[in-house]
C-alpha cells in the first residue's frame, strides 16, 4: 500500500520555514512520519507544492518518492496525486507533522480496516481526561457535546483510490496513545512535543 505524506503546505504559523523540515530532537518533522511508514511496511510518496523546495530536496536527498502538486489545499492535493499516480486501491494518507506516530500505530489502523470491509477511514485519539479538539489558535480545548465527535483528528486516513471523486463509507478507528496529539502548527506546538516524546523516549 502507498502512504501520501502531506508536505506541502505554508506553516505560517510556525514560522519556522517548511513545516516538514522543522526538527525537533534534531530530526526533522517528516523523518518520524517516513519512519513509522517505511516500517509498516508500506510505501511512502511525500506530496509537495510549489511551497517547499526545501522538502522537496530532502526527498531528492534520501531518495523518497514524492510527487508535486498544485498546492490547492488538502482534499484537493490528495486527489489530484491519486489521479497522477492512479492509484486504484486503499491509500493511506498521512501528515508529515506526526512525530509522535509509530509503525504500530499504523499497523493497528490497518488491521482494524482490513476487518472493517469499509472503503475508508479516519484515525482518532481520545485524551485521557475528556473530549478536546483543536481551536483555532492550535490549542486543545474542551468540547461542549462529548458524543459529537470520536476525539481528536489524528490526520491519518485510508482512502479507496478509485472512488476519490465519492464521499467514502468510513470507520473511525479510536487510539489512546497521547502522542498522536502532537500536532505541530507553532512554535509552543514544537515544544510541548518535543518534551512529551523525551519523557516518552522517541527522542
Known sequence: MFALIMAGGKASR????????ARIGDRP???YVLTAVIDAGLIPIVIVSPRTPYTTNYCRVQNIEWICTDGRGYVEDIGQAVTVLSITGPVLTICADL???TAYHIKTVLDRYN???CPACS??????AGNFIHSSNGQLSATKDENSIPGIPVGLNIIQGDLIAEEQNEIQIILSDPLLVLNINTREDMVAAEK???TSKSV
Do not use: T
Request: glycine letters at 16%; a positive charge.
Open 115 to 117: 476487518k472493517s470491509g
Open 14 to 21: 510556525l514560522g519556522m520555514g517548511e513545516k516538514a523540515l
Open 29 to 31: 518533522l517528516i523523518s
Open 196 to 198: 512529551m516524546l523525551r
Open 99 to 101: 512525530p509522535g506516530i
Open 123 to 128: 484515525v482518532w485519539v481520545k485524551p485521557a
